[in-house]
């Protein structure tokens, strides 16, 4: 596992994974991360996260659950499998391919919640408005499985239909305030979406008196003053299957996200330009 900038590189494999976390203008970097080959003792699997955190405690949070999530949920998942039959006959691999989906789905889920009340009783950290983003990817065999929580991005490096450009296809979706489900479960739960006059388009989600936390996200580790009000650190879990046009996924904390087009079009014209020699 990494914790900082660098290169990870199995011996017993072609995967290869870059990491970097540098510290903004905005004091400390609440940033942190992971890579982790042979995930589960697993030859033909990787980990993948990153973990944004936010509020005074948000490096201390983003810390503590770049920790807890692949442990934890390897547990789940190792479970799981030994009480769901694999052994039984599939009519399809489409069939096997949901089922181990399925698994992994659950494993989320569980881990997730747990963690997330682990935070709130943790005696050490202060999570009341403080939290993290989370998002995680495993490459098992030639499928990806997504889980988001947080405004963070996966984005897939795909090849287009002529083969000579790189195109981004965004994997996940930025957990805004303002998006029509997640609005409707905020103000169901007593919770408030507005943005402040200085920062017209920029929706938060408010106590119902309005006055905190002002938090730009609606899913979270942490930020427990507003958990009661429609806040949740339930993941979106989805999954892709490889394909020989798919070349590399880059995962992206939000100060990187606007980035992310300009990084594949400086990446489309070098790789035209060596074609071309």
């Not at 682990?118 to 939290?131: A, N, V, W």
């Not at 200085?198 to 106590?207: H, I, Q």
Request: proline share 4%; glycine share 8%.
């Amino acid at each position: 596992m990494l914790s900082s900038s660098g290169v990870v590189k199995s011996n017993k494999s072609n995967n290869l994974a870059s990491v970097c976390s540098k510290r903004g203008q905005k004091g400390t970097n609440q940033d942190s991360l992971v890579v982790w080959e042979e995930f589960g003792c697993q030859e033909d699997m990787i980990f993948c996260g990153i973990f944004d955190g936010h509020g005074p405690w948000g490096h201390f949070i983003s810390k503590r659950v770049r920790e807890s999530i692949p442990s934890s949920l390897l547990c789940n998942w190792q479970e799981t499998l030994s009480l769901t039959s694999l052994g039984m006959d599939f009519d399809m691999d489409l069939d096997r391919n949901l089922h181990q989906f399925d698994i992994w789905k659950q494993s989320y889920l569980k881990t997730y919640a747990a963690i997330d009340q682990e935070l709130k009783q943790h005696p050490e950290i202060d999570s009341f408005y403080s939290g993290s983003t989370a998002l995680t990817i495993i490459k098992q065999g030639e499928h990806l499985v997504i889980a988001n929580v947080g405004d963070s991005r996966a984005v897939l490096a795909t090849n287009d239909d002529d083969g000579g450009c790189l195109v981004p296809l965004q994997l996940t979706i930025d957990y805004k305030p303002n998006l029509p489900e997640e609005a409707e479960r905020i103000t169901q739960s007593n919770g408030r979406v507005f943005c402040l006059r200085d920062e017209p388009g920029v929706f938060r989600v408010w106590m119902p008196d309005g006055k905190t936390p002002g938090l730009s996200l609606s899913r979270a580790f942490g930020d427990h003053c507003v958990k009661d009000f429609g806040l949740i650190s339930e993941p979106e879990v989805t999954r892709r299957s490889i394909t020989s046009r798919d070349q590399f996924v880059i995962l992206a904390t939000d100060g990187v996200c606007i980035y992310l087009i300009p990084i594949f079009l400086m990446i489309t014209e070098v790789s035209l330009h060596a074609s071309v020699e």
